[in-house]
Every structure is written in C-alpha cells, then in structure tokens.
C-alpha cells in the first residue's frame, strides 16, 4: 500500500511562485507514474500534470503548460509541482496521485492512490 503525503502549499499573490512536494513511501516510487490534480470548490477534480518512471517525460494540461513543471527525484521518493506565474484561476486543492503503470493518464479514475491534498490560495 502506498501512501501519499503532500505539503507546501498556501497563500501567494498573482504572478508569484509555489512548489508543491509529494512524499512517497510503502511501495517502489521509481515504478509509478505520478500525476498531480487540483480541485476548485463547486467544481471536479481536474488532470494538471503527470510524469512517468520511464523516459517518456510529462505532460500537462493546456491551462498549466508553460508555467508549472513537474519533477521527481526517485532516490527520496518525492515528486514536485513548480508553479509559476500563478493565476487567481489556479486556486484549488491540490492532490497527488500514483498509479501503478508507466504510461501517463489524465483521468483520476487511472489513478491508484491518492493524497490528502494541500490548498493552494492566489489572492489577486
């Protein structure tokens, strides 16, 4: 069973920065593709970004893509979300998500587990 803890997220103006961490543990990190997704109040969970354990890379949503970057680092089983020029639009929680197969999905339902999230807030 993998479990999935993120952290740092919080409070930042438009236009700033924020780096969201996932910190794996109780499986074989480097074997999973890791994805991020967010969610709004009133509003589903939504695809930001995911990258494989193979060296297919990542991808990204259109509304993300240019300015968030998704990395990991397989030796301290964490993956890692830099946002930049941040939008009030990309105020939501963010989750981590895992799943068990080397090829990138968008959709949450491909997802195996999942963390507890963290808020992002983009005052404006």
């Known amino acids: 069973q993998v479990q999935l803890v993120e952290s740092g997220g919080g409070l930042v103006q438009a236009g700033g920065s924020l780096r969201v961490s996932c910190a794996a543990s109780?499986?074989?990190?480097?074997?999973?593709?890791m994805g991020w997704f967010r969610q709004a109040p009133g509003k589903e969970r939504e695809f930001v970004a995911a990258?494989?354990?193979?060296?297919?890379?990542?991808y990204y949503a259109e509304s993300v893509k240019g300015r968030f970057t998704i990395s990991r680092d397989n030796a301290k089983s964490t993956q890692y979300l830099q946002m930049n020029s941040l939008k009030s639009e990309d105020t939501a929680v963010y989750y981590c998500?895992?799943?068990?197969?080397?090829?990138?999905?968008?959709?949450?339902?491909?997802?195996?587990?999942w963390g507890q999230g963290t808020q992002v807030t983009v005052s404006s």
């Open positions: 998500a895992a799943r068990e197969d080397w090829r990138i999905k968008t959709s949450r339902l491909e997802y195996n587990y």
């Open positions: 109780g499986g074989t990190f480097s074997r999973y593709t």
């Open positions: 990258i494989s354990w193979r060296e297919i890379g990542s």
